[in-house]
Protein backbone atom coordinates (compact mmCIF):
# COMPACT_ATOMS: atom_id res chain seq x y z
CA UNK A 1 0.00 0.00 0.00
CA UNK A 2 1.33 3.27 -0.55
CA UNK A 3 0.51 6.56 1.54
CA UNK A 4 0.90 10.02 -0.49
CA UNK A 5 1.28 13.41 1.87
CA UNK A 6 0.71 16.15 0.47
CA UNK A 7 2.31 19.92 1.55
CA UNK A 8 2.97 23.01 0.58
CA UNK A 9 0.18 24.68 0.24
CA UNK A 10 -1.29 27.99 0.97
CA UNK A 11 -2.52 31.39 0.30
CA UNK A 12 -0.98 33.60 -2.56
CA UNK A 13 -1.84 36.35 -4.52
CA UNK A 14 -2.52 36.06 -7.73
CA UNK A 15 0.73 35.91 -10.16
CA UNK A 16 3.01 34.38 -7.41
CA UNK A 17 4.12 31.14 -7.40
CA UNK A 18 3.92 28.10 -4.70
CA UNK A 19 5.76 24.67 -5.28
CA UNK A 20 3.87 21.71 -3.70
CA UNK A 21 5.23 18.13 -2.91
CA UNK A 22 4.13 14.84 -2.20
CA UNK A 23 5.83 12.49 -0.11
CA UNK A 24 4.94 8.37 -0.25
CA UNK A 25 5.86 6.20 2.13
CA UNK A 26 4.73 2.24 2.50
CA UNK A 27 6.61 1.44 -0.57
CA UNK A 28 9.10 2.94 -3.29
CA UNK A 29 7.40 4.67 -6.12
CA UNK A 30 10.24 4.66 -8.28
CA UNK A 31 8.12 1.98 -10.71
CA UNK A 32 5.40 4.19 -10.66
CA UNK A 33 3.36 7.44 -12.57
CA UNK A 34 3.16 9.93 -10.29
CA UNK A 35 0.24 13.15 -10.95
CA UNK A 36 -1.62 15.88 -9.81
CA UNK A 37 -5.49 16.87 -9.67
CA UNK A 38 -7.35 19.52 -7.92
CA UNK A 39 -10.91 20.13 -6.84
CA UNK A 40 -12.58 23.76 -6.86
CA UNK A 41 -15.29 24.15 -4.45
CA UNK A 42 -18.53 22.93 -6.57
CA UNK A 43 -17.20 21.78 -9.56
CA UNK A 44 -15.30 17.91 -9.78
CA UNK A 45 -12.33 16.77 -9.41
CA UNK A 46 -9.76 17.29 -12.41
CA UNK A 47 -6.40 16.21 -14.09
CA UNK A 48 -3.73 18.50 -13.61
CA UNK A 49 -0.08 16.99 -14.25
CA UNK A 50 1.96 13.68 -14.59
CA UNK A 51 4.77 11.71 -15.36
CA UNK A 52 5.76 8.45 -15.86
CA UNK A 53 8.02 6.37 -13.47
CA UNK A 54 11.19 7.19 -15.68
CA UNK A 55 10.13 10.97 -15.81
CA UNK A 56 10.68 10.49 -19.85
CA UNK A 57 6.92 11.43 -20.29
CA UNK A 58 5.11 14.45 -18.99
CA UNK A 59 1.83 15.75 -20.00
CA UNK A 60 -0.34 18.95 -18.40
CA UNK A 61 -4.29 20.06 -18.47
CA UNK A 62 -4.44 22.69 -21.07
CA UNK A 63 -5.69 24.95 -18.23
CA UNK A 64 -1.84 24.69 -16.29
CA UNK A 65 0.29 24.01 -19.55
CA UNK A 66 3.27 26.48 -19.64
CA UNK A 67 2.93 27.76 -16.08
CA UNK A 68 2.88 24.82 -13.73
CA UNK A 69 5.96 21.78 -13.56
CA UNK A 70 6.25 18.75 -12.53
CA UNK A 71 9.10 16.72 -11.58
CA UNK A 72 10.09 13.79 -9.37
CA UNK A 73 13.08 12.70 -7.01
CA UNK A 74 13.08 9.26 -6.79
CA UNK A 75 15.91 8.87 -4.24
CA UNK A 76 13.61 11.11 -2.09
CA UNK A 77 10.53 9.19 -2.73
CA UNK A 78 8.72 12.80 -4.16
CA UNK A 79 7.07 14.12 -6.50
CA UNK A 80 6.83 18.20 -6.94
CA UNK A 81 4.30 20.40 -8.57
CA UNK A 82 6.05 24.36 -9.30
CA UNK A 83 3.08 26.47 -10.32
CA UNK A 84 4.25 29.40 -11.39
CA UNK A 85 1.84 32.59 -12.44
CA UNK A 86 -0.95 31.66 -10.14
CA UNK A 87 -4.57 32.29 -11.44
CA UNK A 88 -7.97 32.94 -8.84
CA UNK A 89 -8.84 30.03 -11.30
CA UNK A 90 -6.16 28.01 -9.79
CA UNK A 91 -7.71 27.78 -6.10
CA UNK A 92 -8.70 24.32 -5.39
CA UNK A 93 -7.50 21.09 -3.13
CA UNK A 94 -4.34 19.64 -5.16
CA UNK A 95 -4.35 15.78 -4.78
CA UNK A 96 -1.19 13.82 -5.80
CA UNK A 97 -1.89 10.52 -6.80
CA UNK A 98 -0.07 7.56 -7.94
CA UNK A 99 0.09 4.51 -10.12
CA UNK A 100 1.80 1.17 -10.88
CA UNK A 101 0.38 0.75 -14.20
CA UNK A 102 3.50 1.19 -16.96
CA UNK A 103 2.11 3.41 -20.16
CA UNK A 104 4.63 5.03 -22.40
CA UNK A 105 2.71 8.54 -22.38
CA UNK A 106 1.74 10.58 -19.04
CA UNK A 107 -1.23 10.98 -20.52
CA UNK A 108 -2.90 7.82 -20.23
CA UNK A 109 -3.18 8.90 -16.38
CA UNK A 110 -5.43 11.73 -16.66
CA UNK A 111 -8.33 9.58 -16.43
CA UNK A 112 -7.55 8.63 -13.08
CA UNK A 113 -4.92 6.64 -11.15
CA UNK A 114 -4.85 4.18 -8.73
CA UNK A 115 -3.65 5.70 -4.89
CA UNK A 116 -4.23 9.43 -3.54
CA UNK A 117 -3.29 11.51 -0.93
CA UNK A 118 -5.76 13.74 1.41
CA UNK A 119 -4.97 17.17 -0.31
CA UNK A 120 -3.66 20.28 0.16
CA UNK A 121 -5.59 23.94 -0.51
CA UNK A 122 -4.01 26.33 -2.55
CA UNK A 123 -5.92 29.87 -2.71
CA UNK A 124 -4.86 32.16 -4.89
CA UNK A 125 -6.32 35.77 -4.13
CA UNK A 126 -6.88 38.39 -7.00
Known amino acids: QVQLVESGGGLVQAGGSLNLSCAAS????????MGWFRQAPGKEREFVAALTWSGGSTYYADSVKGRFTISRDNAKNTVYLQMNSLKPEDTAVYYC???????????????????WGKGTLVTVSS
Open 97 to 115: AADPRLYSSARFYSAGMNY
Open 26 to 33: GRTVSNYA
